[in-house]
């Protein structure tokens, strides 16, 4: 089945850009998800990117995809206090395009 | 709130008890998830149901049970639990099984068994 890995920690200065990077397995993943999760919360969808796209930026956010290195990254600029949370990686594949989540990344931002 | 809810937010139950956690969507949509989150694992599907049906049950115990009565309803009865079990059970919802436009999530119920 696919597998989704992600590193567990990462800390930045306030204003800093962060960047959050995982990989996955399946080559046939159509869809991939950053999700975010507060403390004590739900995961929130972010944003995601269709596999036949390379970057996607809404606002704060840039999603790069290497769809040939199966990587998947999440770019945060101006990084605030605000945006500490666990980020999760997902990926839709097999016929009923589940996600498969990976471990998360908890992201401290530090003033 | 985010469209899907969930009750109770906390659950603190013995071994023995049965309880049922809920799940509410308002979002039309007609497949709905339940996930298992322990510390340092990663997210664990348990169960989908699709325009009603389960449709999937990845080797789940038998002491959780779900039920969905409509496509706007998801529960999962709990009985005779280990305290491994204890973690946050999320339930997600989404427009047809395929996940092309993600999974909304409820706030999750932090169950812990004692």
Known sequence: GEDVEQSLFLSVREGDSSVINCTYTDSSSTYLYWYKQEPGAGLQLLTYIFSNMDMKQDQRLTVLLNKKDKHLSLRIADTQTGDSAIYFCASASGSARQLTFGSGTQLTVLP | ?114
Not at chain 2, 14 to 26: D, F, V
Not at chain 2, 76 to 83: E, N
Not at chain 2, 107 to 113: D, E, F, I
Request: hydrophobic fraction near 30%; glycine fraction near 6%.
């Open chain 2, 1 to 114: 709130e985010t469209g899907v809810t969930q009750t109770p937010r906390h659950l603190v139950m013995g071994m023995t008890n049965k309880k049922s956690l809920k799940c509410e969507q308002h979002l039309g949509h007609n497949a709905m998830y339940w996930y298992k989150q322990s510390a340092k694992k990663p997210l664990e599907l348990m169960f989908v149901y699709s325009l009603e049906e389960r449709v999937e049950n990845n080797s789940v115990p038998s002491r959780f049970s779900p039920e969905c009565p409509n496509s706007s309803h998801l529960f999962l009865h709990l009985h005779t639990l280990q305290p491994e079990d204890s973690a946050l059970y999320l339930c997600a919802s989404s427009q047809d099984q395929g996940a092309d436009y993600g999974y909304t999530f409820g706030s999750g119920t932090r169950l812990t068994v004692v």
